[in-house]
């Protein structure tokens, strides 16, 4: 779980959330008086967003292999992004800028957690289904401080820590494996060195008393408890499924999740669909170990990754149906996005488990790559969004934020430095450019790129100051190491930094110089002078993800029972029809 030293962060949190469904209740009510068909009145908001899905994984942007009809139909409905921009290239901080509008750095949320989280979201009404990925207790395991019922939702039904081999057991655990390696291997050592000892006393080879060989082997005892208590038992502690504050899988059913939380979510459109709400449907696709139904299981060409992509559409496409049904869809706004690239590195046994970032150059956990950072982005809401509109300006997982607050009818809040923007008048064609003139794309705590658009040319400059170690050298990913570092010795700095035309050069494959750019230095000294600016911006905040408010702690551990016997299935009886 992560701890928040700052209870002020905490209050500003809520009030955040609370802005936003204050302003959803003002809009339900501004709604029966806005009947004239030139006034936009507040729609449903239905927010889909996947995990470590490529944009090349999709057809509407260009995969002709894998098969996502629902997704593409969005794209042909309504409004198809092509530089959607995540604010970082990992889980927990990307998630932390699309529900807060800010930089995950002004939240102490700057990288990854080891335990990410699974949510699905409603709003009405708000609620989160699936991945959460954004913490549950501070204190002790009951004060939910980061849970979403704490933070604004009415709702919750989902995976409150991250998806990870460990939670099926048919694949081989993946937390800190090679950590966890060594610590086998220490065991055995201390063991053998007891086992030894104890032989050598026996036999009067070794002048030892009986003293030392109990101490010794109450030290292997220890040794072996204190860390096989938390490796040991992580399907236990961290693959857990929770409605609202209550745990009610622990460890979770696989098998039944997919078709848990889709049920979960139509049901809610369902009941809510009278009034104005906000269903935030987190999947748990296509994030490791791909967790894929038996209908779905070979279908594609692109073995697991690809029978995955093709469930989540599947399931988009039963929430769209939904919508249909209950004669809403031209009353709601459907957005769909992933929270950063695929996972180039996710590999098993030859088999690739990750995505596909199309022609773009890195990943998941690269830093400014664009591989990690565009994503998908998708919006349709007819009659309201014109059909089949491409937009190639730069927008970002910020501006959802603000753009569901505009909506609402509300004010987003004053007290802080918001960092997205309205999308509406970009997206209904009333102004030609982003509002977004810099981009500043971080890993963890550390700046590595920044994108200038310079409307007036057209050109959407790109400066890299920071840019990971590939290995091997130019395989394009750190194979050697399965995760991209952000910083150390597995970074490599440039100054001056690598520049790139994405107007001209998307790939970011041919790096300009003084020598073959007349305006690279100009274009450098402008984009250090923003930097500059955007610096002073920033205000000190705990770390909420320091190595502290990370490591696992037994009183924070969430349990459907006296810990630590924590093991339930209340899902049991779920009465929910099968779709």
Not at 138 to 155: A, S
Not at 173 to 182: A, L, Y
């Amino acid at each position: 779980d992560l701890n928040t030293p700052n209870a002020e962060m905490i209050r500003q949190q809520k009030l955040h959330w609370t802005c936003l469904i204050k302003a959803l209740i003002f809009g339900q009510l501004l709604q029966t008086v806005m009947t004239q068909p030139s006034i936009i009145t507040q729609p449903n908001f239905v927010l889909l967003v996947a995990d470590d899905l490529g944009i090349g994984d999709v057809g509407c942007y260009g995969n002709d292999t894998i098969r996502t009809p629902n997704i593409d139909r969005l794209a042909r409905e309504g409004v198809k992004l092509t530089q959607h921009i995540t604010a970082a290239p990992l889980c927990t901080p990307s998630r932390a800028a699309f529900l807060t509008g800010r930089y995950p750095i002004r939240s102490g949320l700057p990288c990854t957690v080891k335990w990410p989280l699974n949510i699905t979201l409603l709003l009405n009404g708000t609620v989160p289904y699936g991945k959460w990925h954004l913490g549950v207790n501070c204190e002790h395991r009951n004060d939910h401080c980061h849970h979403p019922l704490n933070h604004g939702f009415d709702y919750f039904y989902g995976m409150p820590f991250t998806l990870i081999n460990d939670c099926q057991t048919t694949e081989e655990p993946e937390m800190d494996r090679p950590f966890r390696r060594k610590l086998w291997l220490y065991t055995q050592i201390i063991v053998l060195a007891t086992l030894t000892t104890a032989l050598g006393r026996l036999t009067g080879l070794i002048s030892v008393n009986w003293k030392t060989v109990t101490c010794l082997a109450l030290f292997s005892l220890l040794f072996f408890v204190s860390w096989f208590s938390s490796y040991g038992f992580v399907r236990y502690w961290n693959c857990i499924i929770m409605r609202n504050h209550e745990v009610t899988e622990q460890p979770m059913v696989t098998e039944r999740t997919t078709s848990f939380i889709l049920r979960e979510s139509i049901s809610f459109i369902e009941r809510n669909k009278h009034k104005p709400f906000l269903l935030f449907l987190s999947f748990l696709h296509s994030h490791t170990p791909l967790l894929t139904t038996e209908k779905f299981l070979g279908k594609s060409s692109h073995g697991l990754y690809g029978d995955n992509v093709e469930e989540m559409d599947w399931m988009v496409g039963h929430v769209l149906d939904a919508i249909d049904k209950e004669g809403l869809t031209k009353n709601t706004l459907v957005y769909f996005a992933s929270d950063h690239g695929g996972w180039l590195e996710r590999q098993e046994n030859k088999r690739q488990l990750g995505g596909w970032n199309g022609i773009y150059r890195g990943g998941k956990a690269m830093g400014g790559w664009e591989g990690g950072i565009r994503v998908p982005g998708i919006f349709r809401w007819p009659g309201v969004l014109p059909a089949g509109t491409v937009i190639n300006e730069p927008t970002s997982l910020m501006d959802i934020y603000p753009t569901v607050v505009h909506l609402a009818g509300g004010v987003v809040p004053q007290d802080r430095v918001i960092d997205g923007r309205d999308l509406m008048p970009l997206l209904q064609g009333t102004v030609e450019h982003s509002e977004h003139k810099f981009l500043f794309h971080y890993c963890g705590t550390h700046l590595h790129a920044v994108r200038w658009h310079q409307k007036d040319s057209g050109a959407i400059w790109k400066a890299h100051y920071v840019t990971p170690n590939f290995h091997p050298p130019g395989a394009g990913a750190c194979y050697d190491r399965g995760f991209c570092p952000c910083f150390g010795e597995g970074v490599t700095r440039h100054d001056p930094p690598l520049l790139f035309d994405l107007s001209r050069d998307p790939s970011e494959t041919q790096p300009l110089s003084a020598d073959t750019e007349p305006l690279f230095d100009t274009v450098i000294e402008r984009i250090g002078s923003a930097i500059e600016e955007h610096r002073r911006t920033l205000t000190p905040v705990p770390q909420q993800l320091s190595l502290n408010n990370v490591i696992w702690k037994p009183w924070l551990q969430p349990c459907c029972g006296t810990f630590p016997f924590c093991w339930c299935d209340k899902e049991v009886d779920n009465k929910l029809a099968d779709l």
